[in-house]
């Protein structure tokens, strides 16, 4: 299943944002291809506000699981969370082969 996450940071999180950068990177790149799409959500001012993902996990269960261990869900970065399951058909323009 394929799933939209859209994680808004708390207010002034910006600093610590990027204090545990490094550890949610590094949990980014252990999921690999389960990862389809990932990146910053921005303000009017181009200010860092929160996450867009869009996701790949068996089901629901495991996707919030992942959450659970997430540095920014831990570290209390991410305030609100929002999940739709999603059916991607197309990345960087190519058909997605299911």
């Known amino acids: 299943m394929q799933f939209l996450v859209k994680a808004y940071d708390g207010p002034d999180m910006l600093e610590k944002r990027m204090a545990v950068r490094p550890r949610h990177l590094e949990g980014?790149?252990?999921?690999?291809?389960?990862?389809?799409?990932?990146?910053?959500?921005?303000?009017?001012?181009?200010?860092?506000k929160g996450s867009?993902?869009?996701m790949e996990f068996p089901d629901r269960d495991a996707l919030d699981k992942y959450l659970?261990?997430?540095?920014?869900?831990?570290?209390?970065?991410?305030?609100?969370?929002?999940?739709?399951?999603?059916n991607v058909v197309l990345?960087?323009?190519?058909?997605?082969q299911k």
Do not use: C, F, H, S
């Open 91 to 96: 990345v960087n323009g190519e058909k997605v």
């Open 28 to 48: 980014m790149k252990a999921l690999g291809r389960q990862i389809i799409a990932a990146g910053g959500l921005l303000d009017e001012d181009g200010k860092m």
């Open 68 to 86: 659970e261990n997430e540095p920014y869900v831990i570290e209390g970065v991410w305030q609100k969370i929002d999940i739709e399951i999603m």
């Open 52 to 54: 867009a993902l869009v």
